[in-house]
T-cell receptor, first 116, second 111 residues
């Protein structure tokens, strides 16, 4: 079974631009979660989608948004990029069997975003 | 409020010696606890998960962790380190609506 795929793997943008990242979950998985990983803040939960609906959300500003399509693929959008948005953005999928945040999640390799 | 503390940011052990990565947590509820590993330029991979079925949890690659409620700890151990274990390890606590990652412990294996 193919794992979680994320595109693109690397991205360079400038301040003020916007960016869209894509995540394809493992086949059959219906929940997709997004995380931001930085050296200073570590791994932080952004949001989680299930059946095209956002079910859980972390403490990030409204510039960070996402959506999920009927095939469970998900996109994350960041508008008005700031230097501090430079990070590795990880996507994870799960079936789920219950409450997704207590389920086992399967992570993709991430998208490395650099904001100049 | 939930929190998770990984007590060591770096741990160095010699190949063939035991590994201990320490994690303490706090949670208002009965949490789920995980250990994930991240190799360079790779995503996270689940090592093991505690779900209240058994306090000693066995994971992949010879790792195990023991849930100690009285000490609010979930330390990760392995009897004999291998060079391929060099990576960053994350302790994670979650409940129904929150998931918190520890800051990570980088494990170095000395030949």
């Amino acid at each position: 079974k193919a794992g979680v795929t994320q595109t693109p793997r690397y991205l360079i943008k400038t301040r003020g631009q916007q960016v869209t990242l894509s995540c394809s979950p493992i086949s059959g998985h219906r929940s997709v979660s997004w995380y931001q990983q930085t050296p200073g803040q570590g791994l932080q939960f952004l949001f989680e989608y299930f059946s095209e609906t956002q079910r859980n959300k972390g403490n990030f500003p409204g510039r960070f948004s996402g959506r999920q399509f009927s095939n469970s693929r998900s996109e994350m959008n960041v508008s008005t990029l700031e230097l501090g948005d430079s990070a590795l953005y990880l996507c994870a999928s799960s079936l789920p069997t219950g409450q997704v945040l207590t389920d086992t999640q399967y992570f993709g390799p991430g998208t490395r975003l650099t904001v100049l | 409020a939930q929190s998770v503390t990984q007590l060591d940011s770096h741990v160095s052990v010699s190949e063939g010696t035991p590994v201990l990565l320490r994690c303490n947590y706090s949670s208002s509820y009965s949490p789920s606890l995980f250990w994930y590993v991240q190799h360079p330029n790779k995503g996270l991979q689940l090592l093991l998960k505690y779900t209240s079925a058994a306090t000693l949890v066995k994971g992949i690659n010879g790792f195990e962790a023991e849930f100690k409620k009285s000490e609010t700890s979930f330390h990760l151990t392995k009897p004999s380190a291998h060079m391929s274990d060099a990576a960053e390890y994350f302790c994670v606590v979650s409940d129904d609506d929150k998931i918190i990652f520890g800051k990570g412990t980088r494990l170095h294996i000395l030949p």
